[in-house]
């Protein structure tokens, strides 16, 4: 039977600090449940100490015919020197999104990697798609407007969702499921991805754009850009003070990709604006952060991705694609090395 382990790092603080204190606890347990580990174990023979940065080389004299690993949030960031002590190493089983801090060492080393960022994005594109809904409403203006009996009839109120133009920012695998969502409203959807074509545009029912005419022509930009050399610090004041009147910028990307002072002081002088993060750089911001005290940039604390019931479903993904490896089947969610510089 075929040797796994389970691979957690609870040091890895910088990818797990978004999380609830309830959920840091046990990540390995909230992500796989006693019934996806059951039905791992039908199918291997788990190791039964979990690896961790502080035991790996502990535990190596028992690891020698190690083939499988699954992992979550705190995957530890492994050497090219570790992985090569592990002659074995089949493949690694990652119930999460990016891959971007640990994969590249196993990539070059042959190691294949299952990503569970198709399960994660959901969540990401239902509440991206909530927020779009609402912000084309005027929501998020209209009750920081309402405030009491007599502001009911100037309280703002936004454009609605009909033909309304949105604009996303990268159309990766969460930027298309937001467009699949949107697909029942009738609204005029505009995409800013450099690796789009335009076959592929015309085939998702958008309409590829540069950058800054995003910004100037949406009523909702939502940022769903990869963290990377090329995008960080893209989103620049200039951007956000070319908006439309009473926009509305989302962000449930990337924090790193967003000049907060350029947003923050565009936003400082056009009040007309909102601005949703659900993500920050640094992440959680500072405790005196402009984020936290300007009245038309509301904060969320990184809740887009799974949370509670959710977070099952990547273990779910990644289960699946074990079983069809086992079966000799093709994998679906497998990163490509060539692709890895352009994913979150």
């Known amino acids: 039977m075929k040797k796994a382990a389970f691979f957690s790092d609870s040091t890895v603080t910088s990818e797990i600090e978004f999380m609830h204190r309830s959920e840091r606890a046990s990540i390995l347990e909230r992500v796989y449940p006693s019934d996806r580990m059951k039905r791992i174990a039908q199918n291997c023979d788990l190791f039964p100490t979990v ?14 015919n190690l083939e499988i690993i699954f992992s979550t949030w705190g995957m ?7 992985i090569k002590k592990l002659p074995n190493l089949k493949i690694l089983f990652y119930a999460a999104g990016s891959v ?3 994969a590249a060492p196993f990539l070059e080393n042959g190691i294949r990697i ?5 399960a994660n994005s959901v969540p990401v594109a239902e509440f991206t798609q909530a927020q779009i809904i609402l912000a084309n ?21 936004g454009p609605g969702n009909f033909r309304t133009t949105v604009a996303l920012l990268g159309a990766g695998m969460i930027g298309r499921n937001v467009i699949e ?37 949406a009523q909702v930009v939502s940022n769903h ?51 949703l993060l659900d993500v920050s750089h ?12 300007l009245p038309n940039i509301q904060i969320s604390s990184h809740i887009a991705g799974s949370i509670n019931h959710e977070i099952p479903r990547m273990a779910d993904l990644v289960i699946s694609e074990f079983e069809n490896w086992c079966a000799g089947k093709p994998l679906a969610h497998e990163i490509v090395p060539a692709k890895l510089a352009t994913m979150a």
Not at 51 to 64: Q, R, T
Not at 114 to 118: D, E, H, I, L, T
Request: with cysteine.
């Open 76 to 82: 530890p960031p492994l050497t090219t020197r570790q």
């Open 100 to 102: 971007q801090r640990f």
């Open 51 to 64: 690896i961790h940065s502080d035991n790996f080389e502990a535990c190596l004299p028992d690891l020698g």
């Open 282 to 293: 640094p992440e959680p911001p500072e405790e005196q952060a402009p984020v936290f005290q």
């Open 181 to 217: 969502l949107l697909k029942p409203f009738d609204l005029r959807i505009l995409v800013f991805d450099p690796f789009l074509s335009g076959a592929d545009a015309a085939a998702l029912h958008v309409e590829k754009v540069e950058l800054m005419d995003a910004f100037k022509q």
């Open 225 to 275: 850009l990869a963290d990377n050399p090329q995008t960080r610090g893209l989103l620049r004041e200039e951007h956000f003070s070319a908006m439309q009147p009473n926009a509305v910028f989302i962000n449930t990307g990337r924090g790193a990709t967003v000049n907060e002072e350029g947003m923050v002081h565009a936003l400082k002088e056009r009040t007309d604006l909102t601005a």
């Open 114 to 118: 299952v990503s569970a960022g198709a």
């Open 137 to 157: 409403k005027g929501y998020f203006r209209n009750i920081r407007e309402y405030t009491s009996p007599s502001t009911l009839s100037t309280a703002f109120r």
